[in-house]
């Protein structure tokens, strides 16, 4: 079954590095995802997506402190430079020919 | 810059048949794939499902089938039935675009701002 883990929480300090995880299930560890970030009473924003090779492509306009990387069936995002607008709940996203499988988000908190 | 907006009633009888409409500008619906996402209030996303008007449409199966997605590429729009709802399917309820028809990628590029559809208990 395809599914998606990330923690629930994490918190960074403001103008730090912050690296978010998302892990795939068992025999999918080379499946690509979707990052999402959603601000809070605003709808999602795609991010970028993020290859199981570590290469990735952004959406338009996405700044370049966030990057993305991935290891074995970990795929992760990580914010540098942080900013009080980065505060958001994070989602990842990844498919198969006939589902699509959102994780549970994990909601940053800037410090 | 492509841009969606959700429209439809946002208050939905218990037992009766929620219908929302996504509008799609500066960009074709052909050649994509278009799907809704759901988050109840307060939790996180679920897929209800997608189409390609070349591929056909494919559900989430937890839905048991209560749901139809189609396109009307006259007026670029796509549409969601949802029928015999019930208090837990009050959400905000989201259009999206996926990909390209026939590529194998699912990843959602594009959001719309959500609309919040409401069905008493």
């Known amino acids: 079954q395809l599914v998606l883990t990330q923690s629930p929480s994490a918190s960074a300090s403001l103008g730090a590095s912050v690296k978010l995880t998302c892990t795939l299930s068992s025999g999918h560890s080379n499946y690509a995802i979707a990052w999402h970030q959603q601000q809070p009473e605003k709808g999602p924003r795609y991010l970028m997506k993020?290859?199981?090779?570590?290469?990735?492509t952004k959406g338009n306009g996405i700044p370049d402190r966030f990057s993305g990387s991935s290891a074995g069936a970990e795929r992760f995002l990580t914010i540098s430079s942080l900013q009080s607008e980065d505060e958001a709940d994070y989602y990842c996203q990844t498919w198969a020919s006939d589902i699509v499988v959102f994780g549970g988000g994990t909601k940053l908190t800037v410090l | 810059q492509v841009q969606l907006q959700e429209s439809g009633p946002v208050l939905v009888r218990p037992s009766e048949t929620l219908s929302l409409t996504c509008s799609v500008s500066d960009g074709s619906i052909s050649p994509y794939y278009w799907s809704w996402i759901r988050q109840p209030p307060g939790k996180g996303l679920e897929w209800i499902g997608f189409?390609?008007?070349?591929?056909?449409?494919t559900y989430n199966s937890s839905l048991k089938s209560r749901a139809t997605i189609s396109l009307d590429t006259s007026k670029n729009q796509f549409s969601l039935r949802l029928r015999s709802v019930t208090a837990a399917d009050t959400a905000l309820y989201y259009c999206?675009?996926?990909?390209?028809?026939?590529?194998?990628?699912?990843?959602?590029?594009?959001w719309g701002q959500g609309i919040l559809v409401t069905v008493p208990s």
């Open positions: 993020l290859n199981s090779d570590g290469s990735h």
């Open positions: 189409l390609c008007s070349s591929e056909g449409t």
């Open positions: 999206a675009r996926v990909g390209y028809c026939g590529d194998h990628s699912r990843a959602i590029d594009y």
